[in-house]
């Protein structure tokens, strides 16, 4: 149940998660698939939003960890409500215009779609990448607090390319982060959840850091909890991340959602929302605020009146 937090303060911290995600997808595509080493060598520390990278972006420019987390809140716009099979359409759609990356398991899982209209993919013990976890945003805020219901959305989108039990694990357990963030409480209850995630699962084991950021979604998770619960802001906390390499977009679009549903619209840093596309940045913030008054969260605080 959502206590002490008006719907402005709510919509607020969607939003900034929504932002959040797409920064750090552009600041982290710069360096994926660097080392540390080679990226402290070339840069000292990176932290500014220049493009480039393997994929020769333009700055700000995202890739598909963001562009797939937007086919989801368009499904379910235009749906006026979720449908696993509206999600597929719209990944469908999004995979002929040619995106400019795609990771394997999630081509496989969307053209399993488009070629037999399959929308969950069978168990599969190798599919523990982190393509279905770093797309879940809108399954969290349009769930917000109902954790039955985050489950559902969760899993029903990870399983349409990804099904196994790690991303599983993984996709609830960054949605029920999200959710204590958007709701205001401390980064010591985040913590427990982390932790809680490492007790079942110890893949997901973070301290001590492992120093791996791989596309493996244990890898993904500890970079993302490690430098998250050590950095001091939205800022210390994404660099941190990004700085690990290897796959750095979706470490840093992750930690970018977690960060900003956590610290807020403000703490996002000026000069990088200046190099943000202005009509990415608009749709992204209005698909959270569709998605947060959709929510059971959103509908409660609507009805009570506390609009802040």
């Known amino acids: 149940m959502i206590q002490h937090l ?5 919509r607020d911290r969607a939003r900034a998660a929504f932002v959040g995600m797409a920064i750090g997808d552009a600041l982290g595509a710069t360096v994926e698939f660097m080392t540390a080493p080679e990226i402290s060598a070339q840069y000292g520390v990176f932290n500014e939003i220049v493009g480039g990278g393997w994929l020769r972006l333009k700055p700000g ?8 987390a ?15 099979e509206a999600i597929a359409q719209e990944f469908a759609s999004w995979l002929r215009s040619r995106p400019v990356d795609c990771g394997d398991t999630c081509r496989k899982g969307i053209r399993a779609y488009i070629l037999q209209g399959r929308l969950e993919a069978p168990y599969n013990h190798w599919d523990g990448g ?3 976890v770093m797309r879940v945003l809108p399954a969290a805020l349009l769930s917000l607090p109902d954790h039955q219901l985050l489950k559902k959305y969760a899993l029903e989108q990870a399983r349409l390319t990804h099904h196994q039990n790690l991303s599983d694990a993984a996709c609830i357990a960054v949605g029920s982060l999200l959710h204590l963030a958007l709701q205001g409480f401390s980064k010591a209850r985040l913590r427990k959840e982390a932790d809680a995630l490492v007790v079942r699962h110890h893949q997901f084991g973070f301290d001590p850091y492992r120093k791996l950021a791989t596309a493996y979604v244990a890898d993904t998770l500890a970079t993302v909890f490690h430098y998250f619960f050590k950095g001091r802001d939205f800022e210390e906390c994404l660099v941190g991340t990004v700085n690990q390499g290897a796959d750095a977009d979706t470490t840093g679009a992750i930690c970018g959602m977690l960060a900003g549903a956590y610290y807020g619209r403000e703490a996002l840093p000026r000069r990088w ?18 998605l947060i008054m959709a929510s059971p969260a959103g509908r409660m605080i609507a009805e009570s009146g506390q609009y802040g």
């Open 6 to 10: 008006d719907l402005h303060e709510l």
């Open 61 to 68: 420019q995202v890739t598909d960890d963001t562009e797939m």
């Open 70 to 84: 937007l086919c989801i809140a368009r499904a379910v716009e235009k749906n006026q409500g979720w449908s696993p």
């Open 130 to 132: 982190n393509g279905a």
């Open 273 to 290: 929302l200046k190099k943000m596309d202005k009509q990415l940045v608009a749709e992204l913030e209005r698909h959270a605020d569709q």
